[in-house]
């Protein structure tokens, strides 16, 4: 369990710090991360520096942000090209820079793991990229989809199978609830009805991540007493619990408001 205090402890000589992450439970002091969080493309040449401070420090984990608020690179979606049913919405996508950024992440991760250091990419969820949308727009009403539907359950499970085939060193993934483009429960709706549709949510993806062999972290946005109750009763109802960071902010993102940059 994490505790991302974003502008708190960020000394990266601390043992235990993920820079912006403390690690609170006693299972996990082992994990000792490295998360520059650089929110561009990645480089050979910056990834080789962070992993090589990395080992200087004795950091076991990398965790890389790449282009996460990038439309067209951003995210998971960002590294792989779409196979079988899901190949159509290749169509527009800048493919060169996809291809490229694959690339440089693949070799990284066998130096990475050479080093004896994991390596966990940061994702948005639920994200459906514009190109997505416009492939297959009959399943989508004003740019929204049922999340725990036929299609976002298809669609994941492609998803994820996808990129644990293209991305084969990488050893995870770290799992952003908030700031997506997709609405997971309505905030008008009782609590009881919220924890509902979270634990939904989160049972469809634990269940397509663990199909497609991904280990992750789930990354929640919490700050008011009612949002860690909803999300710690969702949480509670999985059959295996993950493993969990939160950044405490106030006035960010929320799961049933669509982000917007």
Known sequence: FFFQAEDGIRDIGVTGVQTCALPISKPLLSRRILSPCHCEEPTSARLLQELSKATELDFNEIHIGAAMHDEAVGNLDGFIE??????????GRPMNRIRHQRDVLNGFCEKSRAAGVKTYLWHHELWFPDAVKKAFSKEFRDGRIDPTGKFAEKYLCSRFKTARKQLPQLDGLIL???ETSQVVYQADAS????IDQTTAFLKLLDRSLREAGWDYVLRLFCWEEKEYRIMSGAIARLPKKPVVMIK????????????TS
Not at 82 to 91: C, I, M, S, T, V
């Open 191 to 194: 609590e009881s009805e919220i």
């Open 248 to 259: 405490a902010v106030p006035f960010d993102w929320h799961r049933s408001e669509e982000h």
């Open 82 to 91: 779409y196979e079988g049913w899901l190949e159509k919405a290749n169509a």
């Open 176 to 178: 952003t609830l908030a």
